[in-house]
């Protein structure tokens, strides 16, 4: 009957030698499973420093730029909150539109919603519907 398993003989350390035999007096413990287990944990942990080893300094170096790109959204968010806050005090005590200065500024909003879509890479998206719709209404 093959088992699937190879004999080893080596020799422990007598502190380390007694270690196991105080860790297999429990029952349902062998000192195979207990060696067996211990050999997998540390060659799983030195595949895993090479692989931190290999790969560390380059995830490091994308969390960098990534962490450098985030600022500048977040710089670039603010500036576009300013300006818009800015830009709805400046317009807020004036007279309201006509129809024709209404339909200019639809139109305007449009293209603009347009050439963002494009530099975003969208072709279709729900922005585009609602103004067709509001431009529908209008």
Do not use: C
């Not at 080596?10 to 270690?19: G, H, N, R, T, V």
């Not at 060696?35 to 420093?49: F, P, V």
């Not at 290999?54 to 990534?66: E, I, K, M, S, V």
Request: charged content about 30%; cysteine-free; hydrophobic content about 35%.
């Amino acid at each position: 009957m093959k088992t699937f398993k190879t004999r080893h003989q080596f020799y422990l350390p007598d502190a380390l030698s007694e270690k196991l035999d105080t860790l297999t007096s429990k029952p349902g413990t062998s000192k195979t499973q207990i060696l067996t287990d211990a050999l997998n944990a540390w060659l799983e942990r030195k595949g895993a420093q090479e692989i931190d080893q290999r790969f560390g300094p380059r995830l490091d170096r994308q969390n960098r730029t990534a962490e450098r790109i985030e600022r500048k959204v977040d710089a670039l968010t603010e500036m576009l909150g300013l300006f818009i806050r800015h830009q709805l005090t400046l317009v807020a005590h004036q007279p309201p539109f006509d129809v024709e200065t209404s339909r200019l500024g639809s139109a305007r909003y449009a293209a603009f919603i347009r050439l963002v879509e494009q530099r975003l890479g969208r072709a279709d998206s729900g922005a585009q519907k609602s103004i067709a719709a509001e431009e529908g209404e209008a």
